[in-house]
Protein backbone atom coordinates (compact mmCIF):
# COMPACT_ATOMS: atom_id res chain seq x y z
CA UNK A 1 0.00 0.00 0.00
CA UNK A 2 1.56 3.11 -1.20
CA UNK A 3 2.02 6.28 1.37
CA UNK A 4 0.32 9.49 1.19
CA UNK A 5 2.36 12.54 0.49
CA UNK A 6 1.65 15.77 1.31
CA UNK A 7 4.25 18.64 0.31
CA UNK A 8 4.11 22.36 1.21
CA UNK A 9 6.13 24.34 -1.23
CA UNK A 10 5.83 22.21 -4.03
CA UNK A 11 6.45 24.73 -6.47
CA UNK A 12 9.65 25.45 -5.45
CA UNK A 13 13.48 24.03 -5.18
CA UNK A 14 13.06 20.87 -2.62
CA UNK A 15 8.92 20.63 -3.83
CA UNK A 16 10.22 19.98 -7.57
CA UNK A 17 13.16 17.78 -6.46
CA UNK A 18 10.57 15.79 -4.11
CA UNK A 19 7.86 15.62 -7.10
CA UNK A 20 10.82 13.83 -8.76
CA UNK A 21 11.32 11.33 -6.56
CA UNK A 22 7.91 10.71 -5.98
CA UNK A 23 7.58 10.27 -10.04
CA UNK A 24 10.67 7.36 -9.35
CA UNK A 25 8.51 5.57 -6.67
CA UNK A 26 4.95 4.97 -7.40
CA UNK A 27 4.66 1.38 -5.83
CA UNK A 28 5.87 3.23 -2.75
CA UNK A 29 4.29 6.75 -2.27
CA UNK A 30 1.31 8.96 -3.86
CA UNK A 31 0.75 12.36 -3.92
CA UNK A 32 -2.68 13.32 -1.75
CA UNK A 33 -2.13 17.50 -1.56
CA UNK A 34 0.03 20.23 -2.62
CA UNK A 35 0.66 23.34 -1.94
CA UNK A 36 2.41 27.07 -2.25
CA UNK A 37 2.11 31.08 -1.82
CA UNK A 38 1.35 32.14 -5.08
CA UNK A 39 2.42 30.32 -8.04
CA UNK A 40 -1.08 28.93 -8.89
CA UNK A 41 -1.01 28.14 -12.50
CA UNK A 42 2.00 25.97 -11.17
CA UNK A 43 0.85 24.24 -8.74
CA UNK A 44 -2.64 23.67 -11.07
CA UNK A 45 -0.54 21.94 -13.36
CA UNK A 46 1.46 19.69 -10.27
CA UNK A 47 -1.58 18.74 -9.13
CA UNK A 48 -3.38 17.38 -12.76
CA UNK A 49 0.16 16.13 -13.37
CA UNK A 50 -0.03 14.07 -9.87
CA UNK A 51 -3.13 13.44 -9.45
CA UNK A 52 -3.36 15.20 -5.69
CA UNK A 53 -6.51 15.47 -4.03
CA UNK A 54 -6.20 18.89 -2.26
CA UNK A 55 -4.42 21.94 -3.08
CA UNK A 56 -3.79 24.77 -1.07
CA UNK A 57 -3.05 28.40 -2.68
CA UNK A 58 -1.81 30.53 0.76
CA UNK A 59 -1.62 33.82 -1.39
CA UNK A 60 -5.18 32.99 -3.38
CA UNK A 61 -7.34 35.22 -5.47
CA UNK A 62 -11.02 35.03 -4.43
CA UNK A 63 -12.00 32.68 -7.50
CA UNK A 64 -9.48 30.42 -6.22
CA UNK A 65 -12.07 28.38 -4.51
CA UNK A 66 -14.59 28.07 -6.74
CA UNK A 67 -12.26 26.88 -9.57
CA UNK A 68 -11.52 23.28 -8.77
CA UNK A 69 -12.48 20.54 -10.88
CA UNK A 70 -12.94 16.84 -11.01
CA UNK A 71 -13.74 16.50 -7.33
CA UNK A 72 -10.08 18.41 -6.10
CA UNK A 73 -10.32 20.42 -3.37
CA UNK A 74 -8.95 24.15 -3.69
CA UNK A 75 -7.88 25.98 0.22
CA UNK A 76 -6.92 29.37 0.60
CA UNK A 77 -4.63 31.46 3.07
CA UNK A 78 -2.33 29.84 5.88
CA UNK A 79 -4.61 27.64 7.21
CA UNK A 80 -4.66 25.68 3.66
CA UNK A 81 -0.94 24.72 5.05
CA UNK A 82 -2.43 23.13 8.24
CA UNK A 83 -5.07 21.34 6.04
CA UNK A 84 -2.72 19.33 3.85
CA UNK A 85 -0.58 18.64 6.91
CA UNK A 86 -2.98 17.17 8.66
CA UNK A 87 -5.12 15.27 5.74
CA UNK A 88 -6.30 12.31 7.20
CA UNK A 89 -4.60 10.21 3.84
CA UNK A 90 -1.31 11.75 4.19
CA UNK A 91 1.50 9.79 6.11
CA UNK A 92 4.28 11.69 5.57
CA UNK A 93 4.26 15.67 5.29
CA UNK A 94 7.64 16.99 3.13
CA UNK A 95 7.81 20.56 4.27
CA UNK A 96 9.95 22.48 1.83
CA UNK A 97 8.23 26.01 2.49
CA UNK A 98 10.61 28.93 2.78
CA UNK A 99 10.81 30.58 6.31
CA UNK A 100 9.00 31.46 9.45
CA UNK A 101 5.62 30.38 7.54
CA UNK A 102 6.06 27.14 8.00
CA UNK A 103 5.71 26.45 11.87
CA UNK A 104 2.44 26.31 12.72
CA UNK A 105 1.61 23.43 9.57
CA UNK A 106 4.75 21.61 11.19
CA UNK A 107 3.44 21.84 14.63
CA UNK A 108 0.26 20.66 13.48
CA UNK A 109 1.49 18.02 11.12
CA UNK A 110 3.46 16.32 14.30
CA UNK A 111 0.51 16.83 16.59
CA UNK A 112 -1.63 14.48 14.40
CA UNK A 113 1.05 12.04 14.65
CA UNK A 114 2.07 12.19 10.90
CA UNK A 115 5.96 12.14 9.65
CA UNK A 116 7.58 15.60 8.52
CA UNK A 117 10.00 15.23 6.49
CA UNK A 118 11.49 18.94 7.32
CA UNK A 119 13.09 20.91 4.71
CA UNK A 120 11.87 24.21 6.29
CA UNK A 121 14.15 24.56 9.12
CA UNK A 122 13.90 27.99 9.99
CA UNK A 123 10.46 25.80 11.90
CA UNK A 124 13.46 24.62 14.12
CA UNK A 125 15.26 27.57 14.64
CA UNK A 126 12.51 29.53 15.28
CA UNK A 127 10.54 26.94 18.18
CA UNK A 128 12.95 24.02 18.30
CA UNK A 129 11.74 23.24 22.05
CA UNK A 130 7.70 23.41 21.16
CA UNK A 131 8.44 21.34 17.57
CA UNK A 132 10.53 18.65 19.72
CA UNK A 133 7.48 18.65 22.14
CA UNK A 134 4.84 18.16 19.55
CA UNK A 135 6.53 15.52 17.63
CA UNK A 136 6.57 13.93 21.61
CA UNK A 137 3.05 14.70 22.39
CA UNK A 138 1.55 13.94 19.23
CA UNK A 139 3.03 11.01 18.51
CA UNK A 140 4.28 12.56 15.00
CA UNK A 141 8.52 12.07 13.83
CA UNK A 142 11.02 14.70 12.29
CA UNK A 143 13.33 13.38 10.06
CA UNK A 144 15.64 15.95 8.70
CA UNK A 145 15.86 17.01 4.71
CA UNK A 146 18.83 19.23 5.35
CA UNK A 147 21.99 17.07 3.15
CA UNK A 148 24.28 17.36 6.61
CA UNK A 149 21.16 16.41 9.23
CA UNK A 150 20.17 13.21 6.75
CA UNK A 151 23.97 12.65 6.81
CA UNK A 152 24.46 12.45 10.69
CA UNK A 153 21.15 10.83 10.54
CA UNK A 154 22.45 8.04 8.39
CA UNK A 155 25.72 7.46 10.08
CA UNK A 156 23.83 7.17 13.83
CA UNK A 157 20.50 4.92 13.04
CA UNK A 158 21.43 1.87 14.44
CA UNK A 159 23.32 2.99 17.08
CA UNK A 160 22.81 3.76 21.05
CA UNK A 161 23.25 8.29 21.18
CA UNK A 162 25.72 7.77 24.05
CA UNK A 163 27.87 6.74 21.95
CA UNK A 164 27.90 9.76 19.57
CA UNK A 165 30.41 12.87 20.81
CA UNK A 166 30.76 15.67 18.26
CA UNK A 167 29.10 15.83 14.67
CA UNK A 168 30.82 17.84 12.42
CA UNK A 169 28.42 19.25 9.43
CA UNK A 170 30.24 21.24 6.34
CA UNK A 171 29.77 24.05 4.48
CA UNK A 172 30.50 24.09 0.37
CA UNK A 173 31.72 28.00 1.84
CA UNK A 174 29.14 29.28 -0.63
CA UNK A 175 30.20 31.95 -3.74
CA UNK A 176 32.38 34.51 -1.27
CA UNK A 177 34.73 31.76 0.06
CA UNK A 178 37.93 33.13 -1.21
CA UNK A 179 36.79 36.82 -1.63
CA UNK A 180 38.61 39.36 -0.47
CA UNK A 181 36.50 40.95 2.84
CA UNK A 182 35.72 44.24 1.02
CA UNK A 183 34.63 42.91 -2.23
CA UNK A 184 32.39 40.52 -0.18
CA UNK A 185 30.91 43.47 1.90
CA UNK A 186 29.93 44.95 -2.44
CA UNK A 187 28.52 41.83 -3.66
CA UNK A 188 25.47 42.20 -5.88
CA UNK A 189 22.19 40.08 -5.90
CA UNK A 190 23.33 38.06 -9.01
CA UNK A 191 26.63 37.36 -7.65
CA UNK A 192 25.42 36.08 -4.00
CA UNK A 193 22.69 33.91 -6.16
CA UNK A 194 25.46 32.04 -8.06
CA UNK A 195 26.09 29.02 -5.69
CA UNK A 196 29.12 27.05 -6.78
CA UNK A 197 27.90 23.25 -5.96
CA UNK A 198 23.90 23.66 -5.23
CA UNK A 199 20.73 24.80 -6.95
CA UNK A 200 18.35 26.57 -4.52
CA UNK A 201 15.82 29.11 -3.98
CA UNK A 202 16.32 32.73 -3.80
CA UNK A 203 16.82 32.59 0.22
CA UNK A 204 18.78 30.17 1.61
CA UNK A 205 21.07 30.69 -1.68
CA UNK A 206 20.99 34.26 0.05
CA UNK A 207 22.16 32.24 2.89
CA UNK A 208 24.10 30.46 2.35
CA UNK A 209 26.54 33.23 0.70
CA UNK A 210 26.32 34.65 4.08
CA UNK A 211 26.81 31.47 6.32
CA UNK A 212 23.78 32.24 8.25
CA UNK A 213 22.17 28.58 6.65
CA UNK A 214 25.48 26.84 8.73
CA UNK A 215 24.60 28.80 11.84
CA UNK A 216 20.62 27.97 11.46
CA UNK A 217 21.83 24.31 10.88
CA UNK A 218 24.18 24.79 13.97
CA UNK A 219 20.87 25.32 15.91
CA UNK A 220 18.80 22.60 13.71
CA UNK A 221 21.21 20.02 14.45
CA UNK A 222 21.45 20.86 17.92
CA UNK A 223 17.50 20.17 18.20
CA UNK A 224 17.48 17.14 15.96
CA UNK A 225 20.26 15.68 17.82
CA UNK A 226 20.04 16.45 21.58
CA UNK A 227 23.81 17.69 21.54
CA UNK A 228 25.03 20.37 23.00
CA UNK A 229 26.88 23.62 21.12
CA UNK A 230 30.31 22.47 21.79
CA UNK A 231 29.86 19.27 20.21
CA UNK A 232 29.04 20.68 16.91
CA UNK A 233 31.37 21.65 14.64
CA UNK A 234 31.79 23.01 11.05
CA UNK A 235 34.38 23.26 8.23
CA UNK A 236 34.29 24.38 5.13
CA UNK A 237 34.38 21.46 2.21
CA UNK A 238 34.28 23.10 -0.88
CA UNK A 239 33.44 20.13 -3.45
CA UNK A 240 30.29 19.27 -1.23
CA UNK A 241 31.00 15.53 -1.50
CA UNK A 242 31.02 15.12 2.37
CA UNK A 243 27.70 15.74 4.10
CA UNK A 244 28.87 15.49 7.70
CA UNK A 245 30.97 13.75 9.83
CA UNK A 246 29.93 11.97 13.58
CA UNK A 247 32.69 11.01 15.84
CA UNK A 248 32.01 8.56 18.47
CA UNK A 249 33.06 8.32 21.82
CA UNK A 250 35.69 6.00 21.21
CA UNK A 251 37.26 8.70 18.53
CA UNK A 252 36.48 7.07 15.36
CA UNK A 253 34.13 8.99 12.40
CA UNK A 254 31.74 7.52 9.96
CA UNK A 255 30.53 10.47 7.26
CA UNK A 256 27.88 9.95 4.44
CA UNK A 257 29.19 10.94 1.24
CA UNK A 258 27.38 11.59 -2.43
CA UNK A 259 27.38 13.90 -5.37
CA UNK A 260 25.54 17.29 -4.27
CA UNK A 261 21.74 16.10 -4.99
CA UNK A 262 18.53 16.71 -2.92
CA UNK A 263 17.10 13.89 -3.68
CA UNK A 264 18.81 11.74 -2.16
CA UNK A 265 18.22 12.96 1.51
CA UNK A 266 14.67 13.82 0.10
CA UNK A 267 14.10 9.50 -0.48
CA UNK A 268 15.96 8.83 2.54
CA UNK A 269 13.73 11.49 4.43
CA UNK A 270 10.62 9.52 3.71
CA UNK A 271 12.28 5.89 3.54
CA UNK A 272 14.41 6.08 7.00
CA UNK A 273 15.19 3.74 8.39
CA UNK A 274 14.85 1.49 5.19
CA UNK A 275 16.96 2.11 2.05
CA UNK A 276 15.05 1.77 -1.53
CA UNK A 277 16.71 1.01 -4.35
CA UNK A 278 16.39 4.73 -6.73
CA UNK A 279 18.00 4.51 -10.48
CA UNK A 280 17.71 9.08 -9.81
CA UNK A 281 20.83 8.60 -7.38
CA UNK A 282 24.40 9.11 -9.43
CA UNK A 283 26.35 6.60 -8.37
CA UNK A 284 29.43 7.65 -6.74
CA UNK A 285 33.58 7.48 -8.41
CA UNK A 286 35.78 8.52 -6.10
CA UNK A 287 38.67 9.24 -8.64
CA UNK A 288 36.34 11.23 -10.68
CA UNK A 289 35.38 13.09 -7.33
CA UNK A 290 39.12 14.07 -7.29
CA UNK A 291 40.66 16.19 -4.43
CA UNK A 292 38.23 16.74 -0.89
CA UNK A 293 39.36 19.54 0.81
CA UNK A 294 38.55 21.34 3.86
CA UNK A 295 38.98 24.40 5.50
CA UNK A 296 37.93 26.55 8.80
CA UNK A 297 35.12 29.28 8.77
CA UNK A 298 36.43 32.80 8.33
CA UNK A 299 34.39 34.22 10.94
CA UNK A 300 35.85 37.58 10.26
CA UNK A 301 34.23 37.92 7.01
CA UNK A 302 30.75 36.11 7.44
CA UNK A 303 29.70 37.57 10.81
CA UNK A 304 26.48 36.38 10.75
CA UNK A 305 27.90 32.78 11.43
CA UNK A 306 28.44 33.26 14.59
CA UNK A 307 26.01 35.66 15.88
CA UNK A 308 23.75 32.77 14.50
CA UNK A 309 25.52 30.55 16.95
CA UNK A 310 25.81 33.00 20.27
CA UNK A 311 21.87 32.80 19.66
CA UNK A 312 21.87 29.07 19.49
CA UNK A 313 23.83 29.19 22.81
CA UNK A 314 21.57 31.73 24.21
CA UNK A 315 18.65 30.06 23.70
CA UNK A 316 14.89 30.52 24.76
CA UNK A 317 13.54 33.11 22.20
CA UNK A 318 17.36 34.38 20.69
CA UNK A 319 16.67 31.81 17.51
CA UNK A 320 13.48 33.15 17.17
CA UNK A 321 14.93 36.85 16.75
CA UNK A 322 17.70 35.76 14.52
CA UNK A 323 16.13 33.53 12.31
CA UNK A 324 13.00 36.82 11.88
CA UNK A 325 15.78 39.52 11.27
CA UNK A 326 17.45 37.49 8.91
CA UNK A 327 14.45 36.75 6.87
CA UNK A 328 13.98 40.32 7.07
CA UNK A 329 17.68 41.31 6.37
CA UNK A 330 17.62 38.93 3.03
CA UNK A 331 14.68 40.37 1.76
CA UNK A 332 15.71 43.93 1.83
CA UNK A 333 18.82 42.74 0.28
CA UNK A 334 17.30 41.12 -2.85
CA UNK A 335 14.94 44.07 -2.96
CA UNK A 336 18.89 46.00 -3.18
CA UNK A 337 17.80 48.05 -0.03
CA UNK A 338 20.73 47.07 1.92
CA UNK A 339 24.48 45.85 0.67
CA UNK A 340 25.25 42.37 1.31
CA UNK A 341 27.65 43.70 3.33
CA UNK A 342 25.12 45.44 5.99
CA UNK A 343 22.74 41.44 6.19
CA UNK A 344 24.59 41.03 9.89
CA UNK A 345 24.68 44.44 10.77
CA UNK A 346 20.47 44.25 10.61
CA UNK A 347 20.56 40.60 12.51
CA UNK A 348 23.04 42.04 15.37
CA UNK A 349 20.97 45.12 15.84
CA UNK A 350 17.97 42.99 16.77
CA UNK A 351 19.63 40.66 19.10
CA UNK A 352 20.83 43.69 20.29
CA UNK A 353 17.83 44.99 20.88
CA UNK A 354 16.41 41.69 22.34
CA UNK A 355 15.05 41.22 26.18
CA UNK A 356 15.20 37.44 26.05
CA UNK A 357 11.76 36.64 26.29
CA UNK A 358 11.42 32.68 27.13
CA UNK A 359 9.81 30.93 23.95
CA UNK A 360 7.53 28.70 26.36
CA UNK A 361 4.53 29.37 23.71
CA UNK A 362 3.51 29.90 19.99
CA UNK A 363 1.85 33.03 21.28
CA UNK A 364 4.84 34.40 22.23
CA UNK A 365 6.80 33.36 19.87
CA UNK A 366 4.71 34.32 17.13
CA UNK A 367 4.96 37.81 18.79
CA UNK A 368 8.81 37.71 19.49
CA UNK A 369 8.77 37.04 15.26
CA UNK A 370 6.66 39.92 14.85
CA UNK A 371 8.83 42.00 16.68
CA UNK A 372 12.04 41.09 15.63
CA UNK A 373 10.90 41.93 11.78
CA UNK A 374 10.19 45.38 12.76
CA UNK A 375 13.33 46.07 14.34
CA UNK A 376 15.27 44.22 11.49
CA UNK A 377 12.90 46.52 9.20
CA UNK A 378 13.62 49.71 10.77
CA UNK A 379 17.18 48.74 10.48
CA UNK A 380 16.91 48.97 6.54
CA UNK A 381 16.40 51.86 6.68
N1 LIG B 1 16.82 24.19 -2.15
C1 LIG B 1 17.61 23.38 -1.49
O1 LIG B 1 18.47 22.70 -2.08
C2 LIG B 1 17.48 23.24 0.01
C3 LIG B 1 18.36 22.37 0.69
C4 LIG B 1 18.19 22.20 2.07
C5 LIG B 1 17.18 22.87 2.76
N2 LIG B 1 16.36 23.72 2.07
C6 LIG B 1 15.30 24.41 2.81
O2 LIG B 1 14.06 24.07 2.22
C7 LIG B 1 13.14 25.16 2.32
C8 LIG B 1 12.65 25.50 0.91
O3 LIG B 1 13.76 25.93 0.14
P1 LIG B 1 13.66 26.07 -1.45
O4 LIG B 1 15.05 26.34 -1.91
O5 LIG B 1 12.92 24.91 -2.01
O6 LIG B 1 12.79 27.40 -1.58
P2 LIG B 1 12.03 27.98 -2.88
O7 LIG B 1 12.56 27.37 -4.11
O8 LIG B 1 12.03 29.45 -2.73
O9 LIG B 1 10.53 27.43 -2.68
C9 LIG B 1 9.74 27.85 -1.59
C10 LIG B 1 8.38 27.20 -1.66
O10 LIG B 1 7.60 27.65 -0.54
C11 LIG B 1 6.47 28.42 -1.00
N3 LIG B 1 6.34 29.57 -0.11
C12 LIG B 1 7.12 30.69 -0.10
N4 LIG B 1 6.69 31.53 0.86
C13 LIG B 1 5.65 30.94 1.46
C14 LIG B 1 4.76 31.32 2.51
N5 LIG B 1 4.87 32.50 3.14
N6 LIG B 1 3.77 30.48 2.86
C15 LIG B 1 3.62 29.29 2.22
N7 LIG B 1 4.41 28.86 1.22
C16 LIG B 1 5.42 29.69 0.85
C17 LIG B 1 6.78 28.80 -2.45
O11 LIG B 1 5.57 28.99 -3.20
P3 LIG B 1 5.54 29.93 -4.54
O12 LIG B 1 6.31 29.18 -5.59
O13 LIG B 1 4.10 30.05 -4.85
O14 LIG B 1 6.19 31.23 -4.14
C18 LIG B 1 7.58 27.57 -2.91
O15 LIG B 1 6.69 26.51 -3.21
C19 LIG B 1 13.91 26.30 3.00
O16 LIG B 1 13.65 26.26 4.38
C20 LIG B 1 15.38 25.94 2.74
O17 LIG B 1 16.23 26.44 3.74
C21 LIG B 1 16.49 23.90 0.72
Given at each position: ???????????G??????????????????????????????????????????????????????????????????????????H?????????????????A????????????????????????????????????????????????????????????????????????????????T????????????????????????????????????????????????????????H???????????????????????????T?????????????????????????????????????????????????????????A???????R??????????????????????????????????????A?????
Amino acid sequence: MSKGIAILGATGSIGTSTLRVVDRQQDRFRIVALTAFGAAEKLRQRGRETGAGFLGLVNAEPSWAKSAVDGRVHGTGTESLVEAATHPDVEIVVNAVVGAAGLEATLAALAAGKRVALANKETLVMAGDLVMAAARDGGGEIVPVDSEHSAVLQCITGRPTVDVSRLILTASGGPFRGWDPTRVATATVDEALEHPTWRMGPKISIDSATLVNKALEVIEAHYLFGLGYDAIDVVVHPQSIVHGFVEFVDGSILAQMGYPSMELPILYAMTHPERVADVGVKRFDPVAAGDLTFEPIRQDVFAAFALGVAAGRAGASAPAVFNAANEVAVQAFLDKRISFGQIAGVIDSALQAHRGDPAEDLETLLGVDRWARETAEAACC
